[in-house]
């Protein structure tokens, strides 16, 4: 009988939790903004954002409607890979402030009505953590076992592993005479999950951080805390591929019991949002990770869709291809309609690692900037799951040109130039620096455009990165006073999905999936239908949907409407 009665309660839960799934919670009908510390304000003239910056526009934020702010993280840290290699939890980069800096910041933000989320960096820390330093001391040192250390093979590396930088993924440490994983920099050595004691002691941390005020976590690289067993060699890398094993290694056989681990220890005890990267998941991966009854995480950043123009001779993301609309479709499609009832997508079209989208899937000419920023926005923003707008892209920031591969700073594609033209020889410096243009991390960490004074009012000192030069004209002041722009199209699409349901619950239905000029699709509730067109080109196009005569236009890029034609990268949205 008890057992019946369990058995009841339990998917009566279940149902519950799917009726959730239909955007009952309050981070369902969210929007988020990532901030990246140090390229959003600088307020004490050294060339590099802080904390007082950022609370000094959260007034902006608010303006712009947003709910959450994502910040990258901001903990002490060498700064080897821009903050995601920490060297301690619990203090704050100097650089970015102190703690004192955080606590107003939390407060301003909730006093404001938003809330803010922290990085949270655990798939590994920096080698100048005081764990890894007592880890390399000596084999018997207590903290030894927070690493994955190993004997040489043969006088090399344990195993082929690539690290996402390039490289081997194993480093030597000369102490000891063994290697360390590091499947980032060398300066990011990988934590132990297997240990209990490494997972209590994150679990106590995170804990102190909810503590503090925190409203959730993104968490970095989540799904990589469990390798694979007896850690085989990765057999897609050979003597001509030498890409990243990260998706080899994602996805490890203990993964999920420790996530369940962590949302029974901490996550599910407080009301939060969470968000885990997870490079190389599945919609059936997804589904495990953040499914209604996953017990687990609330969404995932997939990386399906933001690989379409990847390199097709094995060089990943170093590629200039340009992608192409069918596939993107078919991969967003697959997963508005995989996820529909059972999970809940993130929606993204660029953040801190991925080039500007309106230089990528847009157009940054002159003519076509702003439309087509529009056009990608309304694309995104009328989808099912959490919208995340990165820095800048709500004013249509572009991808940087700089002419030499010294004037980058990002790690990744100083170590992709360093692996690919002088050591391996694989590629010419031109093309390199073609590839480069495309797809380095820098084009989305240049300062954020405020306005046309000095540094585009980001600092009054030498940024740290270079300004794009284009900030004159594309700066948030300039936005602000322009009631055409493309920040207060995006406040409208904001507002719409706060205002209307549909927007959250629909029923996604893609239309002409095999046609390479226009994206359309269809949102379906009960009550009320939404039509939602794009044209990705800047040729005009006919194009027939059905719709009835009482359909209202919600929302456009253009003045009027011409009905079936749709002129250079229009979009709009028919509510009925
Ligand atoms: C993913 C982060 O987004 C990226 O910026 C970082 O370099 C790697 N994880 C390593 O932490």
């Known amino acids: 009988m008890r057992k019946r009665l369990r058995k009841l309660l339990l998917v009566f839960d279940i149902r519950l939790k799917e009726v959730n799934m239909t955007g009952e919670q309050w981070w369902q009908q969210a929007v988020v903004y990532q901030i990246y510390p140090r390229s959003f304000q600088d307020s ?126 194993w480093a030597f440490d000369d102490t000891t005479q063994q290697y360390y994983l590091h499947l980032f920099s060398k300066k990011q050595p990988d934590l132990n999950w297997e240990n209990p004691t490494l997972r209590h002691e994150i679990y106590s941390m995170m804990t102190w951080w909810l503590n503090q005020g925190v409203d959730g976590f993104r968490m970095d690289v989540i799904n990589l805390l469990s390798k694979p067993v007896h850690f085989v060699d990765d057999p897609n890398v050979t003597t001509e591929n030498h890409s990243s094993s990260m998706n080899f290694i994602a996805n490890g056989p ?40 996953a017990n687990e995480l609330q969404m995932t950043f997939q990386f399906e869709h933001t690989e379409v123009d990847n390199s097709r001779e094995g060089f990943g993301k170093w590629s200039d291809e340009r992608f192409n609309l069918v596939t993107l479709k078919r991969i967003l499609s697959k997963w508005q309609n995989d996820l ?14 991925r080039p500007r989208v309106v230089s990528r899937f847009g157009n940054d000419s002159d003519q076509y900037r702003v439309i087509s920023a529009k056009m990608l926005a309304t694309t995104l923003h009328f989808m099912q799951g959490t919208p995340y707008i990165y820095q800048g892209e709500e004013i249509g920031m572009t991808n940087v040109k700089w002419p030499s591969i010294t004037q980058y700073k990002d790690i990744d594609t100083r170590n992709a130039y360093d692996d690919l033209v002088l050591k391996q020889k694989r590629m ?16 989305a960490r240049t300062p954020m455009q405020w306005d046309k004074t000095l540094n585009a009012g980001f600092t009054d000192d030498k940024p740290w990165l270079p300004v ?11 936005a602000l006073s322009d009631k055409q722009s493309l920040f ?66 919600l929302i456009s890029n253009y003045d009027d409407d011409l009905g079936d034609t749709l002129r250079p990268y229009e979009a709009k949205v028919y509510l009925f």
């Open 428 to 443: 010419t410096p031109d093309k390199m620096m073609s590839y480069i243009y495309h797809s380095s991390r820098d084009n």
């Open 468 to 478: 794009n030069n284009n900030y004159s004209e594309i700066n948030v002041s300039a």
């Open 340 to 353: 529909y009832g059972k999970a809940w997508n993130s929606l993204y079209w660029n953040n801190h690692d």
């Open 44 to 169: 004490n003239h050294d060339g590099i954002g802080d904390i007082p910056g950022i609370i000094a526009r959260l007034p902006y934020l608010k303006s712009l409607g947003v709910q959450v702010i994502w910040l990258s993280p901001i903990y002490e840290s060498p700064n080897d890979d821009n903050g995601y290699d920490i060297s301690d939890y619990c203090r704050i980069l100097p650089e970015f402030g102190t703690m004192a800096d955080v606590q107003e910041m939390f407060s301003v933000a909730h006093r404001l009505g938003l809330k803010i989320m922290m990085d949270l960096v655990i798939n590994h820390t920096s080698d100048e953590h005081a764990w890894f330093k007592a880890s390399r001391q000596s084999k018997d040192n207590p903290y030894r076992q927070y690493y994955i250390w190993r004997d040489p093979v043969d006088g090399h590396e344990p195993n082929n592993w690539q690290s996402d930088f390039g490289g081997s993924a």
């Open 254 to 293: 203990k993964i999920h019991a420790y996530l369940q681990e962590m949302n029974h220890e901490v996550l599910s005890k407080y009301d939060i949002i969470t968000v885990g990267e997870t490079p190389g998941v599945t919609t059936k991966d997804a589904i495990k990770y953040a499914g209604t009854t």
């Open 488 to 553: 207060y199209y995006y406040q409208k699409l904001i507002h719409l999905r706060q205002t209307m349901p549909p927007i959250t619950t629909g029923k996604y239905v893609v239309l002409d999936i095999a046609d390479d000029s226009v994206y359309a699709y269809r949102r379906i509730s009960d009550d009320a239908q939404l039509l939602v067109i794009s044209n990705f080109t800047e040729k005009m196009q006919k194009r027939h949907y059905e719709r009835p005569d009482s359909a209202t236009v």
